[in-house]
């Protein structure tokens, strides 16, 4: 059972970076990040696959935010940059032990989830 923590969520005025954490026990295949904004569904937001790093991005962050790991590969980042309101949301760190058909954008195909970390941009 894959168990996950996050973390570094803030407040931050517009244009402001932050640097949000978690920390994933147990071996996986892929973690990700997704937010939920008031009243919205869940969005993909970055992904990495555990061994060969291969890294995702929804269109609308690309370029401004950065889905990296540890070396020990059990940390997984993102770096988020020149942030907006519409970052706006709580984020979750979700992972999943193997390889699935599904896109890496469905929150469906994760079966780990940490508790979410606030970001406020205003």
């Known amino acids: 059972h894959v168990q996950l923590v996050e973390s570094g969520g803030a407040s931050v005025q517009a244009g402001g970076s932050l640097r949000l954490s978690c920390t994933v026990s147990?071996?996986?295949?892929?973690k990700a990040w997704f937010r939920q904004a008031p009243g919205k569904e869940r969005e993909a937001v970055a992904s990495i696959l555990r061994l060969s790093e291969i890294t995702e991005y929804t269109d609308s962050v690309k370029r401004l935010f950065r889905i990296t790991q540890d070396s020990a590969r059990s940390t997984v980042f993102l770096q988020m940059d020149r942030l907006t309101p519409e970052d706006t949301g709580t984020y979750y760190c979700?992972?999943?032990?193997?390889?699935?058909?599904?896109?890496?954008?469905?929150?469906?195909?994760?079966?780990?989830w940490g508790q979410g970390t606030q970001v406020t941009v205003s």
């Open positions: 979700a992972a999943d032990e193997m390889w699935r058909p599904e896109s890496w954008m469905m929150a469906a195909r994760y079966h780990n």
């Open positions: 147990g071996d996986t295949y892929i």
